[in-house]
């Protein structure tokens, strides 16, 4: 059906409506009688014992309700924290798993761990009496430097994980690879640093919670990506309180970008303290707490090569990365740098030989986990950076290097060395398109133009694949997973014919709202303003499991799609039984259901008060009511894939580099609202610009003190840095999901670092410059100048 | 924050007087700097005395052949003042690239001025155009008024009241901002007076300061050829992420050409 609100009609986001006019009902906006309001201390010290902690003064100060420290976890038996992917190391072993105490109970090991959970009558209060805490910190050296994790001598983050090394994991056979690398005819290597991001959601993380005495039920309230993973994890794993019991809900949540995927130290306490207080339990982070206890993301130190033969052909990728996963695990953090990272290592190419290594290391830092992009962003940055260093060395086109190394269309489904079959893509026309709209063909004319203004202009590509909606279920637990990957949708009818639709997907912004109500509204014909999409809450939706990793049109979108079906088979047969027709005989068209070849109709309300009010009705043969629940478990991920094109100049003298034009082709298969993805693919491209040229968490080598712990020290992308975006799509369908769709929220931000840092290096090599590492800040580019002018010197 | 008393007279007098006697008592203008330092409990006042009452203490008149502004106008208001278009628009200028629009619209001169920053813009023009800093007590000099890192000459319960700047022959601002903050980095105020060429320097060290050198070549020609072999010592220049003291000395002598040059559009 096409129509002004159906498939691939830009309808104008209907959540928007509370968000602009301050109705959206964040946690913090929760009116709870008689809450009390919690504090976390927290360490100010990346490593330190703790010696002892003195409450007793700050017990008495005035407004304290209850004070609580690691000890108390421990005699009430809480469990620590989990990490939900176990990946297997080289010899097989899993991963070694220090523990992850809830609250710190003897030892501290980031700035920012937490110490104490004051609970006071109002937050100043409980500000106050964490002051009045008395912690007696041994403090010990840190290890922040990830480079020197492993270092001899290197500070020791935890007993369970010697020489700080969680894992040492490979993917592909290194003597294959070596054998190819022997042969070829010209090596590329490359050292380069994925940079450290901090998330940095518009809304804090917070939580409350309340506990009902008579009934012993939990409410907690949770700025959640994924409310019924984060019951299920403080059910099964950390509190022990039966699921049942336990209501997760995750009302209008302000940003995720992955960092609201994860059980964190803070809802867990609020959660648990709330029966031990007696009253709701309030809590936000204020931003500093923000910027040093959400899970950062990225952090690599990489070396990789690639082997090419005579003509520019690759033959073989070598990487090796050391990623940081920071002082404790994180819910996922062991499988970003394995299997979303290493697995996307052939990129859009045919390289037939792809071997990885990843050491995975603890330090005195804050925990990194999935960042927007999530493994593909750092895996993309990789592949994008070497291929256009290799066409700079060979003096080849980097676009023309690229096709000659495209997989091409007729080879899809293609299987990759790396593990992943993609489905579908074609490639070489996206590439095209990009260029036609950056227009590439101008640029050197462009350069001169810059020059003769004194600045240094480049241009930079990325053609990026991406695997998301992670799938299926049986191959994620083969690989370690803990949970399974498919998605709920529940479509419930009214007797007056409106709908509601229920995903156990979550919308942190993205829109789901009205994405989803765009599906139903064009599959059953309700008009828009009939259809109610309901989520975030573990009472009124079914076990879903949120979003992450651009899953929920391509899992969540599909399931929908099948409860849509089964909302037809059954009309069908009500229908048929209105109209005395043969099932068989009834068609669903523009929402009424008919004969073909009569003029018989019964509109779909109809129907669905006919299954209310089963007055005439075959009651023999289906039960009444219209409410039907589909689960969706994908065959496959999806596998978008694009080109961004950027274009920027550089200050010489000043080492500004400005982004002038920046173009992203993509394929995301079928568009559901264009409006929508535009506005995913806009934020996604400026925070990977953010990454390349201004983002950088910063922790002070000797301390383990974060430099970059506010919005004075740590460079957000603000609006004027950036120029209208440049858009084009090129569709093909994914052919295992009913909708043909592919994922798009991450996409922006996994090609963007890398077609700019490419546009950097090819605007600063006229003038000697080899190698700029992320963020290409002002600082870093100007003493990059002023090292290949030494160099030259020299 | 912790707890204080609030004050908000509605005069110069009554300012001072709540101000006297009390050690722990601050004047509050916009509040854009006392108010996140409270939040963060970095200062605990016990009395605010808020200077929004004080009708006396706005507003921007051409005296003769100075701009007076008063402590309490907000840096939007000289911004887009036509009087301070016409007679500095360099100051204008400096004025409308301070912070966002909220900051302009709530932050004030007086209190930008006596916060004395390192990386405060003000102080480069407060310096480079020889103004003259009103207080309840007295005037200073720019020359001496702003002594170090947050440091001023003013005495204890002393207020800004006005500020009055010279009209220069020429004047342009020039501001490296700071990559994250957007404070100055490194801002150059490059002024040609009757007295003779000013150049002075915020965000690059502890406090602002000149460049006799760069105002003696540009005396005997106001052009940025002349200074272009001047390199200012990195030596004592604060050093960050994002700018080491030796990219700070850099960018002073690439920011002061820069102004030179605007001068003379
Ligand atoms: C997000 C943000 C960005 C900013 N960016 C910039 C920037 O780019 N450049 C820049 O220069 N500044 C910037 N600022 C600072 C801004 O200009 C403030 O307005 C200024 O620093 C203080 O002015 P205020 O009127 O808000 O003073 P207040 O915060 O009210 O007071 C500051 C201090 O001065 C004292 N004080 C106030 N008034 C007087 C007076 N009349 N006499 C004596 N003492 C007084 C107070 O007691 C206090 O100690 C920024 C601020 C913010 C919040």
């Known amino acids: 059906m096409t129509s002004a609100t159906g498939i691939g009609a830009r309808v104008v986001r209907t959540e928007d409506k509370r968000f602009l006019t301050g109705t959206g009902r964040y946690v913090d906006d929760l009116p709870l009688a008689r809450a009390t309001y919690a504090y976390f201390l927290r360490s100010p010290h990346a490593h330190a014992k703790i010696k002892s902690i003195d409450i007793s003064a700050a017990e008495k100060s005035p407004g304290v309700v209850n004070i609580f420290t690691g000890k108390d976890l421990v005699d009430a038996k809480v469990g620590g924290l989990i990490c939900g992917w176990v990946v297997k190391d080289k010899n097989g072993e899993p991963h070694k798993s220090p523990p992850h105490p809830v609250m710190a109970v003897d030892t501290v090991r980031y700035v920012g761990d937490t110490v104490a959970m004051v609970v006071a009558n109002s937050y100043d209060e409980a500000k106050d009496a964490a002051e009045a805490i008395r912690v007696d910190y041994e403090v010990l050296p840190a290890i922040v430097d990830l480079a020197k994790a492993f270092d001899k001598g290197a500070p020791q983050v935890h007993a369970e994980a010697p020489g700080n090394l969680i894992y040492d994991w490979e993917i592909g056979v290194k003597a294959d690879v070596d054998a190819a690398f022997a042969k070829a005819a010209h090596v590329t290597k490359m050292d380069i640093v994925n940079n450290r991001l901090i998330p940095n959601a518009m809304e804090p993380r917070a939580a409350a919670a309340e506990y009902d005495k008579g009934t012993g039920n939990y409410t907690l309230w949770s700025t959640s990506q994924n409310p019924h993973v984060l019951r299920l994890i403080l059910s099964a794993f950390v509190l022990g309180i039966p699921e049942h019991k336990l209501r997760v809900i995750a009302p209008d949540v302000g940003g995720g970008f992955g960092s609201k995927i994860f059980c964190y130290a803070d809802e867990t306490m609020v959660c648990w303290a709330a029966s031990r207080v007696g009253r709701p339990i309030k809590w936000t982070a204020e931003r500093t707490e923000s910027f040093q206890t959400d899970c950062h993301g990225r952090d690599h130190v990489t070396h990789a090569e690639l082997a090419l033969d005579k003509d520019g052909k690759f033959l073989a990728l070598k990487v090796e990365t050391i990623a940081n996963m920071g002082a404790y695990l994180s819910t996922f953090s062991t499988a970003v740098p394995t299997y979303l990272y290493a697995t996307l290592l052939a990129g859009q190419y045919t390289t037939p030989l792809i071997y990885a290594n990843v050491k995975a290391a603890v330090t005195h830092t804050a925990p990194v986990d999935a960042y927007r992009g999530a493994g593909r962003p750092e895996a993309t940055f990789v592949i994008e950076t070497i291929v256009s260093k290799a066409a700079a060395e060979l003096k080849m086109d980097p676009a023309e290097l690229r096709r000659k190394n495209f997989i091409p269309a007729e080879a899809f489904p293609y299987q990759t060395p790396v593990a992943l079959q993609y489905d579908s893509g074609n490639y070489p026309p996206i590439i095209d398109e990009a260029m036609r709209i950056a227009d590439y063909a101008g640029f050197e004319a462009r350069r001169a133009e810059a020059k003769s203004r004194g600045k240094l202009r480049g241009i930079g590509f990325s053609s990026y694949i991406e695997a998301c909606g992670l799938a299926p279920s049986q191959v994620i637990g083969q690989l370690g997973g803990g949970v399974g990957q498919w998605e709920s949708a529940q479509i419930k009818f009214n007797p007056t014919g409106n709908v509601q639709v229920i995903t156990g997907s979550h919308s942190h912004g993205q829109g789901h709202e009205t994405t989803f109500a765009q599906l139903v509204h064009d599959r059953l014909g309700v008009p828009m303003d009939q259809i109610e999409v309901v989520h975030g809450d573990t009472s009124t939706t079914t076990f879903g499991m949120g979003t992450y990793g651009s899953r929920s049109l391509a899992v969540g979108g599909s399931a929908i799609m099948k409860a849509t079906d089964k909302i037809i088979a059954k009309g069908k047969k009500i229908a048929a039984h209105l109209m005395e027709a043969d099932v068989a005989d009834v068609v669903f068209e523009n929402g009424t259901f008919k004969v073909a070849g009569t003029d018989k109709a019964v509109p779909l309300a109809q129907a669905v008060f006919a299954a209310y009010v089963p007055h005439n009705y075959p009651l023999a043969e289906i039960e009444p009511g219209m409410d039907e629940n589909a689960f969706y478990d994908p065959a496959n991920f999806v596998y978008p894939a694009g080109t961004q094109i950027c274009e920027v100049e550089i200050d010489p003298e000043t080492g500004i580099v400005e982004v002038i034009a920046h173009t992203a082709v993509d394929d995301f298969g079928n568009i559901i609202n264009p409006m929508i993805v535009e506005g995913q693919v806009h934020g996604g491209i400026v925070q990977g610009v953010g990454q390349a040229l201004f983002e950088g968490a910063v922790y002070d080598k000797n301390t383990g003190q974060l430099l970059s712990g506010s919005f004075m020290d740590y460079t957000m992308p603000r609006a004027d840095n950036f120029p209208s975006f440049k858009l084009g799509y090129k569709v093909t369908p994914c052919p295992h999901n009913p909708l043909g769709v592919k994922g798009c929220g991450e996409a922006g931000a996994i090609a963007a670092p890398a077609a700019v840092m490419n546009a950097v290096h090819n605007a600063l090599a006229p003038i000697g410059v080899k190698h700029v590492e992320m963020p290409a800040t002002p600082l870093n580019v100007w003493q990059s100048i002023q090292g290949a002018q030494r160099a030259a010197a020299e | ?265």
């Open chain 2, 1 to 265: 924050m912790y707890d204080f008393a609030y004050h908000r007279p509605k005069s110069v007098a009554d300012a001072v007087a709540l101000l006297k006697g009390k050690e722990e008592a601050r004047p509050m203008s916009g509040g854009m700097t006392l108010i996140p330092t409270l939040k963060q409990r970095l200062a605990k006042p016990s009395d605010v005395v808020d200077l929004g009452g004080v009708k006396e203490l706005a507003g921007i008149k051409v005296e003769g052949g100075n701009v007076v502004i008063g402590a309490m106008t907000k840096h939007g208001d000289v911004a887009t003042s036509a009087d301070v278009k016409a007679h500095i628009p360099a100051l204008a200028d400096l004025a409308g690239h301070i912070g966002d629009p909220q900051v302009r619209n709530r932050g004030t001169i007086g209190g930008s001025v006596a916060n004395a920053d390192p990386a405060a813009d003000y102080p480069a023009a407060v310096v480079a155009l020889n103004a003259t800093v009103t207080t309840n007590t007295g005037k200073h000099a720019a020359d001496g008024f702003f002594k170090g890192l947050f440091e001023t000459a003013l005495g204890e319960g002393e207020i800004i009241t006005s500020i009055s700047f010279p009209k220069p022959e020429k004047a342009a601002y020039m501001k490296f901002p700071n990559p994250a903050s957007r404070y100055a980095m490194v801002g150059v105020f490059v002024a040609k007076t009757a007295s003779g060429v000013r150049v002075a320097v915020t965000g690059a060290g502890p406090s602002v300061f000149r460049v006799k050198a760069m105002e003696e070549a540009l005396s005997k020609n106001f052009s940025s050829d002349a200074i272009k072999d001047i390199k200012v010592p990195a030596t004592d220049l604060n050093s960050d992420i994002h700018g080491s003291a030796e990219y700070r000395a850099h960018l002073v002598g690439v920011m002061a050409r820069r102004a030179v040059d605007k001068a003379n559009k």
